[in-house]
């Protein structure tokens, strides 16, 4: 059983930053694969970001070169940094993983029915 502890969010103006964390517990943190989702309001929840055991990335489009994913191995902590936030990047944030046999390479990353194990979510709030 994995557990996982968001921590970060918050209110911001637009083009402003925030960084989001991730803490895990339950399994050996360098095993398991993580993700980041997010969800509009009225929207359904959509792929951000993931990052494999090897350090592999992926970003959605919309993402790319915005947002950057990274991995603490020793902290057993995930992060999401977010620059020049705008208004559309309103929503709850949620980290997630998978139990490790999950996490193989060529496995699907980009729904969330995909992951096992999620984060409280957090609230990101972008004002123009």
């Known amino acids: 059983q994995v557990q996982l502890v968001e921590s970060g969010g918050g209110s911001v103006q637009a083009g402003g930053s925030l960084r989001l964390s991730c803490a895990a517990s339950?399994?050996?943190?360098?095993?398991?694969?993580m993700a980041w989702f997010r969800q509009a309001p009225g929207k359904e929840r959509e792929f951000v970001s993931f990052?494999?055991?090897?350090?592999?990335?992926r970003y959605a489009d919309s993402v790319k070169g915005q947002f950057t994913i990274s991995k603490d191995n020793a902290k057993n902590t995930l992060y999401l940094q977010m620059n020049n936030l705008n208004p559309e990047d309103t929503g709850m944030y949620y980290c997630?993983?998978?139990?490790?046999?999950?996490?193989?390479?060529?496995?699907?990353?980009?729904?969330?029915?995909?992951?096992?194990?999620w984060g409280q979510g957090l609230q990101v709030t972008v004002s123009s």
């Open positions: 339950g399994y050996t943190y360098s095993s398991l694969c």
């Open positions: 997630a993983t998978r139990a490790p046999f999950y996490c193989r390479s060529g496995a699907p990353i980009g729904r969330d029915f995909e992951y096992t194990y």
């Open positions: 990052i494999s055991t090897d350090g592999t990335i």
